[in-house]
């Protein structure tokens, strides 16, 4: 397809066909979703019949796929074709043909052009012809096609074989380049597929598929397409190597470079339990990474299918420039009806050119003819809305729709959950002493005593599966000491208050004051006072009848929240930002404090508190954004205007759920979502001025018989691939 009026040829065409009841085309996509009885075969009959043919599945290797911009780029797409081929070689023919002309002036060289001339409109022309034709025949539509194919036919009766050639060649030329920028916007979401190698390297017993392979170790590798690999598999990833598929690290520690999925400029370390995904490059040593899920369910290829399906989803502007060219295309071809019979029937004006040379009304209605199409103001959209859903994508930022991204440019407030949103939502130990710390900080790491504290709580938590305890077990293994002590026995756990359990013939109590109570130890006065803050959880650690420290645990704060809160004040128009949250008061405002930037802050919110928090912020500021981790805030994520969800790389829910989904669970992306959105709205509106604009200007200019033919063809053509380039520089926002 060259333009978005191709796709809703083949749509009418096909809802003619008997058997179809529902027929969808995609544009940006190439795709098309038919549903009803009709075969296969039918529907790829009546698609020939239209002049369109399925194309083949793309892969890497693809020849016609444009990797690149620029003039070589353009010519070797136009080489790779065979009809454009053919126009290039009659344009070569014309041009030896007029110098012939010039250079000997006779009656010979004379018709020796003329008929170049005629050859070129009818055959370059055949192919417009035919699919002009297709069209009006099967699906009842006046195409681009058939108003070229009449307009060169006309050119030809009134003896401007020279314009009529003209117009056949740059309409060929292009439509080319609308296919060429068409198809460089559709391989930018097919690139983000091409990340994911076809074949991958997994380790396997001796034996198993191994041939002929003499095996010095247990595992050996084998190479087999990445379709195959299932989750279990373990994947050798070597130095620069991409991964087929997402997994976890066993065995390694090496940099990985997202910066293709995610936009990380700088490669992170990655070590033995980290999750890794398919797209991404091995940078420094080998790896051993246990598949989690099959390539074709990757992060990557959710993410592209997911853009895939939002490309299809028509924002209003989309929709209403479809019920606009509806009609545009027929006013014109009525007012060019006009043009040529009003003035000649009633005013007695001249049908054909003067002797004088100004134009006749028949060659005024050519002209509009040319301009009727209403390609570029089709295109304007959809090829801006394609670019910017895929440049998110890119950022680790899925947007469901076109719709979606547009509501999300009124928005002037944004509510964001506590936990797991501006916080990690993974508790950490912040601080951590003993009795007998002799220093003064927060658990110093160089006292024993300390360190001891750390170990024995960690050899109790062990078992336990509580969040509080990850955050023990994992601050000790972080510090060496979770080989210190051997895993606790006979651990009981106290429901709400901590865990009791027995360790080289000692009671331990890990928990609350509650729990230590209760067992009769007696808490030291005011030991660890200066430990109690604000969001902080304070876990004592009893050994027999005696307390030997405390551990603090919090939430952290997400390190990026400030800085993508600051960035949303300095938006212009700026975003004002609320909290909502379910714990206390005193906890909110130490996190706002700390996040910094919080206009508005409501805690001690249930779910259905937030709902009528949403509703209260809508009616003060207007449409409301609520960023939250797409579980258990889906109610508030579905009452607001634009529902943004983080943690996407694991949450099936948060992508059902959600508007928008922060698929890397970065805040950082907020702002540029913003920005892109935003500017998305302003492209669109550029394109659809730029491209009205130009129409309207060349009904005026054809009517006063100021524009020509190929000028005509010029606008046209100019104004789609103008609008196409420009909302292609939305894959560039940075």
Not at 152 to 175: D, N, R, W, Y
Not at 176 to 181: I, N
Not at 246 to 273: K, M, N, Y
Not at 571 to 576: G, K, M, N, T
């Amino acid at each position: 397809m060259d333009c978005g009026s191709c796709a809703k040829t083949i749509e009418e065409g096909l809802r003619k066909l008997p058997g179809v009841r529902r027929v969808s085309v995609d544009f940006a996509s190439a795709t098309m979703e038919v549903e009803g009885t009709a075969t296969p075969e039918a529907i790829e009959r009546r698609l020939r019949q239209l002049g369109y043919r399925l194309a083949e599945p793309r892969s890497d290797s693809d020849p016609d796929a444009p990797r690149s911009a620029g003039a070589k780029a353009f010519l070797t797409f136009l080489w790779r074709q065979p009809r454009l081929r053919m126009a290039l070689a009659l344009a070569t023919a014309l041009l030896f043909g007029l110098a012939a002309r010039v250079i000997v002036p006779s009656d010979a060289s004379r018709i020796l052009l003329d008929l170049l001339l005629v050859a070129t409109v009818v055959v370059a022309g055949a192919p417009i012809f035919h699919k002009g034709l297709r069209a009006l025949v099967f699906s009842r539509r006046i195409t681009i096609d058939l108003l070229m194919t009449l307009a060169a036919t006309g050119a030809l009766l009134i003896g401007e074989t020279g314009e009529a050639a003209t117009v056949v060649l740059l309409f060929t030329l292009g439509e080319a380049l609308e296919a060429f920028s068409a198809a460089r916007a559709r391989d930018s979401l097919h690139s983000l597929l091409a990340l994911q190698p076809q074949t991958a390297t997994v380790l396997r017993p001796c034996g198993h598929s191994s041939g002929s392979t003499v095996c010095s170790s247990r595992l050996h590798p084998v190479t087999i397409p990445a379709q195959e690999l299932v989750p279990g598999d373990l994947m050798l990833v070597r130095p620069g190597e991409r991964l087929a598929a997402d997994g976890v690290i066993r065995r390694g520690i090496s940099g990985i470079d997202q910066a293709a999925v995610t936009g990380e400029s700088l490669p992170v370390t990655r070590t033995v339990g980290d999750q890794v995904m398919a797209g991404t490059i091995n940078m420094e040593a080998a790896l051993e990474v246990e598949v989690t899920r099959p390539s074709a369910d990757s992060t990557i290829a959710r993410i592209a299918r997911l853009v895939e399906q939002a490309q299809a989803r028509r924002s209003p502007a989309e929709r209403f420039i479809d019920r606009f060219a509806r009609w545009y295309t027929p006013a014109v071809v009525l007012l060019a009806l006009a043009v040529v019979l009003v003035p000649v029937a009633a005013f007695g004006q001249p049908l054909l050119d003067s002797a004088d040379g100004s134009r006749g009304w028949l060659y005024r209605g050519l002209a509009l003819l040319i301009v009727a199409c209403p390609c570029a103001l089709v295109i304007s959209i959809p090829v801006t809305v394609v670019s910017s859903l895929t440049r998110l994508a890119r950022l680790g930022v899925l947007v469901k729709g076109g719709e979606q991204l547009d509501r999300l440019a009124d928005v002037r407030m944004i509510a964001f959950d506590k936990t797991g949103t501006l916080t990690s939502g993974r508790p950490s130990v912040s601080a951590a002493r003993s009795l007998d710390c002799v220093h003064e900080h927060e658990g110093h790491p160089g006292c024993d005593s300390c360190d001891d504290l750390v170990a024995i709580a960690a050899a109790v938590e062990s078992g336990s599966e509580h969040p509080l305890a990850h955050a023990i077990v994992e601050h000790a293994r972080a510090r060496g000491l979770h080989h210190r002590y051997p895993r606790a026995e006979a651990i009981t756990a106290v429901p709400g208050r901590g865990v009791i359990a027995e360790l080289a013939g000692e009671a331990i109590a890990v928990g609350n004051a509650g729990l230590l109570s209760q067992r009769n130890i007696a808490l030291p006065s005011g030991s660890f006072m200066d430990l109690i803050a604000p969001g902080r959880t304070l876990m004592l650690v009893a050994r027999g009848p005696r307390v030997i420290g405390a551990i603090g645990v919090e939430d952290p704060v997400r390190p990026e929240s400030a800085a993508a809160l600051e960035e949303l004040r300095r938006a212009d128009p700026p975003l004002r930002t609320a909290m909502l949250t379910g714990d206390g008061e005193s906890v909110a405002r130490h996190v706002a404090e700390r996040v910094g930037g919080i206009d508005e802050i409501r805690a001690g919110l249930m779910p259905s508190d937030k709902l009528e928090a949403i509703r209260t912020l809508q009616l003060t500021h207007g449409p409301v954004a609520m960023v939250g981790d797409g579980i258990n805030d889906g109610p508030a994520l579905a009452r607001s205007d634009v529902g943004i969800a983080m943690g996407g790389i694991g949450t099936a829910q948060a992508m059902e759920i959600a508007d928008i989904v922060l698929i890397h669970d970065d805040l950082r992306r907020l702002p540029t979502t913003v920005r892109v959105a935003r500017r998305n709205r302003t492209v669109v509106k550029q394109n659809i001025a730029l491209s009205l604009g130009l129409k309207l200007a060349f009904v005026g200019l054809a009517t006063a018989g100021w524009a020509t033919l190929w000028l005509a063809v010029v606008a046209d053509v100019g104004a789609t691939v103008l609008v196409t380039l420009n909302g292609m520089r939305m894959l560039r926002v940075r």
